[in-house]
């Protein structure tokens, strides 16, 4: 059965360009970072290469780069490191509604610690008003932290508006760029944020590794002590193949970001007519244009996504529901919720998120067994259980 990967936005493959340059430190490039000898150093000139390549790809300095296990750890760093190092001057968080759980759990605590959080909402294509933030912000305010771009809907956000609200009434700011990193143009200090988030196996390199930019003069404080690695923002010796990776990666998507970027738009806007136009009932979500070019999900009516997520795996084609119900947990996804997508129609969300790989005939193949998907699932006496 020939397969096909359509969920690139919950990870991506090995390019095997990334792999040729990791091999040398899996295999023979064994020293520790920190050490002084002819061993420690080969591994460090590969760490630092990385970072050059982390920094150039963003438009920051080297220094700014602080490597970590991967986007989530970058989120929370952030966000506690900020809310630690400015307690003293204000209590104040500003948040989206549709963040990662990376960030909204990390808010969450805090706000059981005695910070205060205001949630921003979005609209109905899941997008934030810069004029909600405004709003919103306080002399308490420290840190204001919106996603790039979302996760699940794949909607763009106004950081750079949102960042130049912040900037002016004395906040930091913060953006998760995991799924936004090597999709679209990106440039911190057109940007203007304080903090911003990256993670390899989004963009064909590997698990495990991910990095926070942190602008220089920030006010912030590491989580954890006990080593002087990340020039002691972040200890523990350095996973020197997985930061190579990453710095390969980077490289690779900013390079080649246009051409990989047609090409995905193309797949998914023929995947998103072909759909639309073929299967009744069928609800496009997020900005048909503001959103990341290779990001497509819907909400379609009288099914749920589950059913679908299993028989698309059972004919070889995998993609996402998007969370839209949290696994064993029932709880619809907070992201639909924030939109004001109903319950009923949010059952049945698919998100589908194409790659370099990916082909006309894929897309063919996916449109056509989910068309047939949906007819069988509406033909079938609905359950009790159909609920999540």
């Given at each position: 059965?020939?397969?096909?990967?359509?969920?690139?936005?919950?990870?991506?493959?090995?390019?095997?360009?990334?792999?040729?340059?990791?091999?040398?430190?899996?295999?023979?490039?064994?020293?520790?970072?920190?050490?002084?000898?002819?061993?420690?150093?080969?591994?460090?000139?590969?760490?630092?290469t990385a970072r050059a390549r982390v920094a150039r790809a963003?438009?920051?300095?080297?220094?700014?780069?602080?490597?970590?296990?991967?986007?989530?750890?970058?989120?929370?760093?952030?966000?506690?490191?900020?809310?630690?190092?400015?307690?003293?001057?204000?209590?104040?968080?500003?948040?989206?509604?549709?963040?990662?759980?990376?960030?909204?759990?990390?808010?969450?605590?805090?706000?059981?610690?005695?910070?205060?959080?205001?949630?921003?909402?979005?609209?109905?294509?899941?997008?934030?008003?810069?004029?909600?933030?405004?709003?919103?912000?306080?002399?308490?305010?420290?840190?204001?932290?919106?996603?790039?771009?979302?996760?699940?809907?794949?909607?763009?956000?106004?950081?750079?508006?949102?960042?130049?609200?912040?900037?002016?009434?004395?906040?930091?700011?913060?953006?998760?760029?995991?799924?936004?990193?090597?999709?679209?143009?990106?440039?911190?200090?057109?940007?203007?944020?304080?903090?911003?988030?990256?993670?390899?196996?989004?963009?064909?390199?590997?698990?495990?590794?991910?990095?926070?930019?942190?602008?220089?003069?920030?006010?912030?404080?590491?989580?954890?002590?006990?080593?002087?690695?990340?020039?002691?923002?972040?200890?523990?010796?350095?996973?020197?193949?997985?930061?190579?990776?990453?710095?390969?990666?980077?490289?690779?998507?900013?390079?080649?970001?246009?051409?990989?970027?047609?090409?995905?738009?193309?797949?998914?806007?023929?995947?998103?007519?072909?759909?639309?136009?073929?299967?009744?009932?069928?609800?496009?979500?997020?900005?048909?244009?503001?959103?990341?070019?290779?990001?497509?999900?819907?909400?379609?009516?009288?099914?749920?996504?589950?059913?679908?997520?299993?028989?698309?795996?059972?004919?070889?084609?995998?993609?996402?529901?998007?969370?839209?119900?949290?696994?064993?947990?029932?709880?619809?996804?907070?992201?639909?919720?924030?939109?004001?997508?109903?319950?009923?129609?949010?059952?049945?969300?698919?998100?589908?998120?194409?790659?370099?790989?990916?082909?006309?005939?894929?897309?063919?193949?996916?449109?056509?067994?989910?068309?047939?998907?949906?007819?069988?699932?509406?033909?079938?006496?609905?359950?009790?259980?159909?609920?999540?």
């Open positions: 059965m020939r397969r096909i990967y359509l969920d690139h936005g919950a990870t991506t493959p090995l390019d095997s360009r990334v792999v040729d340059e990791m091999l040398p430190y899996l295999r023979n490039v064994f020293g520790n970072p920190s050490s002084a000898h002819a061993f420690g150093r080969e591994a460090r000139k590969g760490v630092e963003l438009n920051v300095d080297l220094r700014e780069i602080i490597f970590t296990s991967g986007g989530s750890e970058a989120n929370y760093l952030a966000v506690r490191g900020v809310a630690h190092a400015n307690r003293d001057r204000g209590n104040h968080i500003i948040a989206s509604r549709i963040e990662h759980h990376s960030v909204l759990d990390t808010c969450l605590d805090l706000a059981e610690n005695g910070f205060e959080v205001t949630w921003i909402p979005v609209d109905a294509d899941g997008i934030v008003d810069p004029r909600d933030v405004a709003a919103a912000l306080r002399p308490t305010t420290i840190l204001v932290t919106v996603m790039l771009v979302n996760n699940e809907v794949g909607t763009v956000q106004p950081v750079k508006e949102i960042a130049a609200l912040a900037r002016e009434a004395g906040a930091l700011c913060h953006t998760d760029a995991v799924q936004g990193f090597g999709k679209t143009a990106l440039d911190v200090q057109e940007l203007g944020v304080d903090m911003l988030s990256v993670s390899a196996h989004k963009i064909y390199g590997p698990k495990g590794a991910g990095a926070l930019y942190l602008r220089e003069g920030t006010a912030w404080q590491p989580l954890n002590r006990g080593g002087g690695q990340e020039n002691k923002r972040r200890p523990g010796t350095e996973n020197v193949a997985g930061i190579v990776g990453l710095g390969a990666a980077a490289d690779l998507a900013v390079r080649n970001l246009e051409a990989e970027a047609a090409h995905v738009r193309a797949l998914r806007d023929q995947l998103a007519d072909q759909i639309l136009r073929h299967i009744p009932g069928v609800h496009f979500s997020g900005h048909r244009e503001l959103r990341v070019p290779h990001n497509a999900h819907f909400c379609i009516e009288g099914v749920t996504g589950a059913d679908l997520l299993a028989g698309l795996d059972a004919a070889g084609i995998a993609v996402s529901v998007a969370s839209a119900c949290a696994v064993g947990s029932g709880a619809l996804s907070h992201v639909l919720r924030a939109m004001g997508i109903p319950d009923e129609l949010a059952r049945g969300s698919l998100r589908v998120t194409l790659g370099r790989a990916n082909t006309e005939a894929d897309v063919h193949v996916f449109a056509d067994t989910l068309e047939r998907l949906v007819r069988e699932a509406r033909q079938r006496p609905r359950r009790e259980t159909d609920s999540c």
